[in-house]
């Protein structure tokens, strides 16, 4: 199925947003005078990024915090982990995503069933918030899924287009954006460019027939073309994946240039194109595991429902923006970037699991067309297609007595969603249902987005900054469907709705001494209400639910010194206007209920052990306990745990830096929690036991090995090392189930993915 035409008001801004950036590219190589003085502004990457600014490139301010995994800074004014380049570069394996690379930091849990980078991560968590509930953000732009905010860590940015990352473990500041302001952020920000021509190769093979190639060039700073500094990432990854039949193929170019324009001026220009292809095993039952393996995920036989054929999906993602920043004589900054982003998936899946998924137990679809059987595959075809315009505005100035930074963000988006049944033998449709027949649902929705914030850092003293901050947020949703989800009737027109949020935020940084900070941090968070709040049989009298909100209150320190590193932190957070529901279907009712409190402690650290050793470690204790008693059929009771939750996570991380070698052998480990959606009400047969995982890797440099070539670099990396097996998601009954959810092994389940090794070839000239 190819994309299809976006509607034509969406098509005419996306149009017009990409008209303005190709213009702007333009004018940026036509108005200029030959050669300029880059005065205060840097073509080295570090400009451009508005509202979240990519951490400065400086030296850092001791050696333990240059050789630290993941730190804070002493300017914090929330829990913050910075997770250097290095790292990311030459300690993670170059098939890694993005939640392969965040894993390392304190409060953070994420499972890769097929292999790090090689499938979507599983249930993303960050401080027990689930993915959709915390921002993802690149070169502070939020995306993600128009429906219930979440994200897909596959696709858009492989690791060779990330330079850094911040995740932020707080509700944020005012000049903080995003639709879920409420559990956090993960802060990705684009590679740092050289100042010099740098053209870079690198090849990787591993296990599961894994393979990398990526080629990137830098050109520096052109004088002949008006200082740009421009950088390209072309990048192929396929591999077979650590389950069966888990196969992945993965095309991207990524481009980024920064041309600053007389002795104020820099414009910045970024777009990446992600296309990817992979088949989707959806879990494995202990049944499965004893006769086919840990590794089992599909197979190549056409009768049955694990049909690698059946179960796959087609990506493409893009992603764009221009950025202008200027800075006036009056000290005045001026920082406007117009972005948007584009996402399309035709997911081919099942009508239940690949447990169980013939047509035979569909009632509904009896009698069968013509051609087809009762034991056909019961398939269906689902798109999921948005696009997303956006500008965002910022003004700063500082003075004696501290800065201020204020600004605007707008946004929409429309999104078209559909899924239809598919006899998968016979590539017929089927009825699955005696009123829709073949439709499941069918409904284009808007999101449409604008913030107004402002916020002064006040210089109470040399050593303390008080930053007030507010932001108002307005957000709409429309909904127009033929069919809505659930088997529900359309909308019979458009349906809309407005939520207004305000939120406040007060923090302090006060400086002990150069280098240990102490901060403090109270902020309000929203989360708007999702798309399935509006799939009722009555949904214009169903969708009076607020916003769910966060409130959240937090201290924490940072300290620098020459042989080690140290950062902790404390928080409560009040989680209001608990969204849930009562009956399903027709009869499904959504309203806000109580709340859940979360609280929790974290530190990381780094110390240096002398001989080029230094040992890196971070923990946490989470806890988030409804705070009131469940309605109807959820019978969670207040003062229970809620779900997805880890008791814990930590991560230990042992390095050696020196000369031309490198290597590190780190674990991380991941608590016990419950994955039922009543959290501990569901029982221990929800609960997934505590679990960790190691990896290592050795790297050998050599400098100069011949006139051409600057650098070669030789890596080898092994995942896994003690080969766990261990669960990492429970999934539930599957479709086969006969126990009627009293059985575990004919639950579904993903698993730690076995041992792998890989070699990395890297040449830079």
């Given at each position: 199925m190819k994309p299809r035409k976006l509607p034509s008001s969406l098509g005419t801004a996306r149009n017009l947003s990409l008209s303005a950036i190709a213009f702007a590219v333009l004018t940026t190589y036509a108005h200029a005078d030959g050669v300029t003085d880059i005065g205060n502004v840097s073509a080295n990457g570090t400009a451009g990024a508005s509202n979240q600014a990519a951490p400065a490139a400086k030296k850092a301010p001791t050696p333990a915090a240059a050789k630290a995994i993941t730190q804070a800074p002493l300017s914090a004014t929330s829990p913050q982990s910075q997770i250097s380049g290095d790292y990311i570069h030459n300690q993670m394996s170059p098939v890694a995503d993005y939640s392969t690379i965040v894993l390392i930091t304190p409060s953070y849990a994420v499972s890769s069933p097929n292999g790090p980078g090689l499938s979507e991560g599983k249930d993303q968590t960050l401080r027990g918030f689930p993915d959709g509930q915390f921002n993802v953000t690149y070169d502070g732009i939020p995306f993600g899924d128009t429906n219930d905010f979440t994200h897909h860590t596959t696709s858009y940015f492989p690791a060779s287009t990330i330079g850094s990352v911040t995740v932020d473990r707080s509700p944020g500041n005012a000049t903080t954006l995003g639709y879920a302001t409420f559990g956090g952020s993960i802060n990705m920000f684009s590679p740092t460019l050289s100042p010099t021509f740098k053209f870079s190769t690198e090849q990787t093979y591993g296990s599961n027939n894994t393979w990398v190639n990526d080629f990137s060039v830098t050109t520096g700073i052109m004088p002949q073309l008006l200082d740009s500094n421009l950088f390209i990432d072309i990048s192929h990854t396929q591999s077979d994946g650590a389950l069966t039949n888990g196969n992945l193929r993965d095309d991207s170019i990524f481009l980024k240039d920064i041309t600053p324009l007389g002795n104020n001026t820099v414009a910045t220009i970024v777009f990446a194109y992600d296309k990817i292809h992979f088949n989707n095993p959806d879990g494995t039952t202990l049944n499965q595991v004893a006769q086919f393996g840990y590794n089992y995920g599909l197979n190549n036989n056409p009768k049955s429902p694990d049909f690698y054929g059946y179960n796959y999906q087609d990506k493409n993602t893009d992603f764009g923006y221009f950025d202008l920043k200027h800075t006036f004589s009056n000290d005045w900054v001026v920082d406007n970037k117009l972005y948007t982003y584009y996402y399309y998936n035709l997911s081919h899946e099942l009508d239940g699991d690949t447990t169980s998924s013939p047509l035979s137990s569909l009632k509904t679809a009896i009698p069968y067309t013509a051609g087809q059987s009762g034991t056909d595959i019961a398939g269906a075809l689902k798109l999921n297609e948005y696009t997303t315009v956006g500008d965002t505005i910022s003004v700063s100035?500082?003075?004696?007595?501290?800065?201020?930074?204020?600004?605007?963000?707008?946004?929409?988006?429309?999104?078209?969603?559909?899924?239809?049944?598919?006899?998968?033998?016979?590539?017929?449709?089927?009825?699955?249902?005696?009123?829709?027949?073949?439709?499941?649902?069918?409904?284009?929705?808007?999101?449409?987005?604008?913030?107004?914030?402002?916020?002064?850092?006040?210089?109470?003293?040399?050593?303390?900054?008080?930053?007030?901050?507010?932001?108002?947020?307005?957000?709409?949703?429309?909904?127009?469907?033929?069919?809505?989800?659930?088997?529900?009737?359309?909308?019979?027109?458009?349906?809309?709705?407005?939520?207004?949020?305000?939120?406040?935020?007060?923090?302090?940084?006060?400086?002990?001494?150069?280098?240990?900070?102490?901060?403090?941090?109270?902020?309000?968070?929203?989360?708007?209400?999702?798309?399935?709040?509006?799939?009722?049989?009555?949904?214009?009298?169903?969708?009076?639910?607020?916003?769910?909100?966060?409130?959240?209150?937090?201290?924490?320190?940072?300290?620098?010194?020459?042989?080690?590193?140290?950062?902790?932190?404390?928080?409560?957070?009040?989680?209001?206007?608990?969204?849930?529901?009562?009956?399903?279907?027709?009869?499904?009712?959504?309203?806000?209920?109580?709340?859940?409190?979360?609280?929790?402690?974290?530190?990381?650290?780094?110390?240096?052990?002398?001989?080029?050793?230094?040992?890196?470690?971070?923990?946490?204790?989470?806890?988030?306990?409804?705070?009131?008693?469940?309605?109807?059929?959820?019978?969670?009771?207040?003062?229970?745990?809620?779900?997805?939750?880890?008791?814990?996570?930590?991560?230990?991380?042992?390095?050696?830096?020196?000369?031309?070698?490198?290597?590190?052998?780190?674990?991380?480990?991941?608590?016990?929690?419950?994955?039922?959606?009543?959290?501990?009400?569901?029982?221990?047969?929800?609960?997934?036991?505590?679990?960790?995982?190691?990896?290592?890797?050795?790297?050998?440099?050599?400098?100069?090995?011949?006139?051409?070539?600057?650098?070669?670099?030789?890596?080898?990396?092994?995942?896994?090392?003690?080969?766990?097996?261990?669960?990492?998601?429970?999934?539930?009954?599957?479709?086969?189930?006969?126990?009627?959810?009293?059985?575990?092994?004919?639950?579904?389940?993903?698993?730690?993915?076995?041992?792998?090794?890989?070699?990395?070839?890297?040449?830079?000239?």
């Open positions: 100035h500082a003075d004696d007595y501290g800065t201020f930074t204020g600004g605007l963000w707008f946004e929409h988006t429309q999104n078209s969603r559909n899924r239809y049944a598919i006899d998968d033998n016979t590539g017929s449709p089927y009825n699955q249902n005696a009123t829709y027949k073949n439709v499941f649902y069918n409904m284009v929705d808007q999101v449409n987005t604008a913030q107004v914030f402002a916020q002064y850092a006040w210089k109470a003293t040399s050593n303390l900054t008080v930053t007030p901050g507010v932001r108002e947020q307005n957000f709409e949703r429309t909904l127009f469907a033929t069919e809505n989800q659930n088997n529900l009737p359309g909308t019979n027109g458009d349906l809309n709705k407005t939520w207004d949020s305000f939120l406040p935020s007060l923090d302090a940084n006060y400086r002990l001494s150069s280098l240990w900070s102490a901060y403090a941090q109270i902020a309000k968070g929203a989360l708007a209400p999702n798309l399935n709040t509006l799939y009722s049989a009555n949904p214009t009298a169903n969708d009076q639910v607020a916003p769910q909100t966060s409130l959240g209150y937090q201290i924490g320190t940072v300290l620098k010194a020459d042989r080690y590193t140290f950062d902790a932190d404390v928080y409560l957070i009040n989680f209001n206007n608990y969204i849930t529901k009562t009956g399903s279907g027709a009869n499904a009712s959504y309203f806000n209920a109580g709340g859940v409190r979360y609280t929790g402690a974290e530190v990381e650290g780094n110390v240096l052990l002398g001989a080029g050793f230094s040992l890196y470690g971070n923990a946490s204790l989470n806890k988030a306990v409804f705070t009131q008693n469940g309605t109807g059929s959820q019978a969670w009771v207040s003062g229970q745990s809620i779900s997805f939750v880890p008791k814990y996570t930590a991560a230990v991380s042992l390095n050696y830096d020196h000369a031309l070698w490198h290597a590190n052998l780190t674990t991380k480990f991941v608590g016990s929690d419950y994955q039922g959606s009543n959290g501990q009400a569901d029982g221990s047969i929800y609960q997934v036991g505590g679990y960790s995982v190691t990896n290592m890797s050795v790297a050998r440099e050599f400098i100069s090995p011949n006139s051409v070539i600057k650098t070669f670099r030789v890596t080898v990396g092994l995942d896994n090392l003690f080969n766990t097996h261990a669960i990492t998601d429970n999934l539930g009954p599957s479709a086969s189930d006969t126990s009627k959810g009293t059985d575990p092994n004919q639950f579904l389940y993903y698993f730690v993915p076995g041992r792998s090794v890989y070699i990395t070839l890297r040449a830079d000239i």
